[in-house]
């Protein structure tokens, strides 16, 4: 017997996120317990070498582009639920973002935490998201081939309380 809770008999996916007309529905999490809830992160963007030398010289003319970009992955994380129609608001203990220069460009990294109901992946994603789009426009006057890629989720995790 599969003891999956997201299929049914017939054994297809039941996805959580849609009735069974196929309509899309917001998951009650009204009877779930509270626990930490913890997610992080990472996503890449690829720049020149002229571009990463003035983004630590600090002379991109937008201003300071790691700073401004954490700041923008912080506010993402919080306005998750604005933007992506099924989230839940949540209230987040902390977002915590790293931007680590590499040879290639510049890594982002996203730690996200809450006590509550429902995970913080979609938080941990949409703050990396964000602060590669922001270092993207940022640089986008002195770089026409930046690439971002290989936005994912690192690891989530659930304490009980």
């Given at each position: 017997?599969?003891?999956?809770?997201?299929?049914?008999?017939?054994?297809?996916?039941?996805?959580?996120?849609?009735?069974?007309?196929?309509?899309?529905?917001?998951v009650?999490?009204?009877?779930?317990?509270i626990?930490?809830?913890?997610?992080?992160?990472?996503?890449?963007?690829?720049?020149?070498?002229?571009?990463?030398?003035?983004?630590?010289?600090?002379?991109?003319?937008?201003?300071?582009?790691?700073?401004?970009?954490?700041?923008?992955?912080?506010?993402?994380?919080?306005?998750?639920?604005?933007?992506?129609?099924?989230?839940h608001p949540?209230?987040?203990?902390?977002?915590n973002?790293?931007?680590?220069?590499?040879?290639?460009?510049?890594?982002?990294?996203?730690?996200?935490?809450c006590n509550?109901?429902?995970?913080?992946?979609?938080e941990?994603?949409?703050a990396?998201?964000?602060a590669?789009l922001?270092?993207?426009?940022?640089?986008?006057?002195?770089?026409?081939?930046?690439?971002?890629?290989?936005?994912?989720?690192?690891?989530?995790?659930?304490?009980?309380?």
């Amino acid at each position: 017997m599969n003891n999956n809770k997201h299929t049914d008999k017939s054994n297809k996916m039941q996805l959580t996120h849609t009735d069974s007309k196929g309509d899309a529905v917001m998951v009650d999490v009204g009877k779930k317990h509270i626990q930490t809830r913890i997610a992080t992160a990472s996503g890449d963007i690829i720049l020149s070498k002229e571009t990463t030398a003035l983004i630590l010289s600090d002379e991109i003319k937008k201003g300071s582009v790691l700073t401004i970009s954490k700041i923008a992955g912080i506010m993402a994380a919080k306005k998750t639920s604005d933007i992506i129609p099924l989230c839940h608001p949540l209230i987040l203990n902390v977002v915590n973002i790293e931007l680590t220069v590499t040879e290639t460009g510049i890594n982002a990294r996203s730690y996200v935490s809450c006590n509550g109901v429902t995970g913080v992946e979609m938080e941990a994603l949409s703050a990396v998201s964000v602060a590669l789009l922001t270092i993207y426009d940022m640089c986008k006057a002195v770089d026409k081939n930046m690439s971002i890629s290989n936005i994912k989720l690192i690891s989530k995790e659930k304490i009980n309380l």
